[in-house]
């Protein structure tokens, strides 16, 4: 399905992400994970997720990684009122009701698709007994959404921060999500499920490094950010 969305506002999550609000339109209804095919104008199109609880009825909201890209100028210039393209949704990242125990391993702005489906959680958790969310990102200034997702009301839930560079702040993981960090922080690991956001490199090391723990691949979801 195409949407015409007209644009509310904008809110800097860190120096370097940007959530984008949009009016909701009557019938655009999509499961926390999904992406939409979000057009700026001909020839000005990217695939962006969903970063909000889709139980929010007023706005659909995308957060971009501002990159200094012509779709990201074209972003920063819109107005109250202008209006965008939007086809879908699209995307089988997707909780299935079924899950007990999950665990979410995001890359930088892979974090969104997993944004939506933790907020879709606290009001809806189904089975789910265990959560944890192993997040990697570059310093503490990068961490989007850090003080709502570490205070996301859900059962036995934590948050483990894997970062090239603490910066100073200590009880992080320094360098990047590798197996040692997994098999660390994780117990009954083949009971969980897994779903995996982020840039391509970050995806497939990730992955590979599952699957040599013994994680089964039927266990194992993933988004993949491609562009990055
Ligand atoms: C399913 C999905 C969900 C995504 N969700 C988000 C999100 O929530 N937030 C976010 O910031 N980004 C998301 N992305 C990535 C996003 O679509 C852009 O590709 C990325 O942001 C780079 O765009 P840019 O405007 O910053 O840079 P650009 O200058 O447009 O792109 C950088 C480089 O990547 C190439 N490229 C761009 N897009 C693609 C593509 N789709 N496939 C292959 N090559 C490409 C360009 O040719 C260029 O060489 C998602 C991607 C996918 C596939």
Redo the contacts with the bound molecule.
């Keep these: 399905m195409e949407y015409q969305l007209s644009f509310i506002d904008r809110i800097e999550r860190t120096a370097t992400a940007m959530s984008l609000r949009f009016r909701r339109p009557p019938g655009l209804d999509f499961t926390a994970g999904q ?1 939409m095919l979000v057009t700026l104008n001909p020839g000005l199109v ?4 969903l ?1 909000d609880d889709p139980g929010e009825k007023g706005f659909v909201e ?4 501002m ?1 200094g ?4 100028r074209h972003l920063l210039s819109l107005a109250p009122g202008d209006g965008i393209t939007v086809r879908g949704p699209m ?1 089988r990242f997707v909780g299935d009701g079924g899950e007990k125990y999950l665990v979410f391993i995001a890359g930088g ?1 892979g974090i ?1 698709p997993i944004r939506s489906i933790m907020k879709s959680l606290v009001r809806s958790r189904g089975n789910l007994e265990r959560v944890i969310l192993l997040y990697g990102n570059t310093n503490p200034a990068d961490i989007a959404f850090r003080r709502e997702i570490e205070d996301l009301d859900i059962p036995s839930f934590r948050v483990v921060h894997v970062l090239a560079d603490p910066g100073g702040e200590s009880g992080h993981y320094q360098g990047f999500i590798n197996g040692e960090i997994i098999a660390a922080e994780l117990t009954d690991i083949h009971e969980a499920i897994f779903m995996v956001s982020g840039p391509p490199v970050m995806v497939a090391a990730v992955e590979k490094a599952l699957l040599a723990l013994g994680v089964g691949g039927d266990r194992i979801r993933t ?6």
């Excluded at 990217?46 to 997720?49: G, T």
């Excluded at 890209?69 to 990201?72: K, N, P």
């Design positions: 992406y990217h695939p962006l997720s970063s995308f957060t971009k990684r990159t890209s012509r779709f990201c995307g702005i969104t988004d993949i950010f491609l562009g990055y």
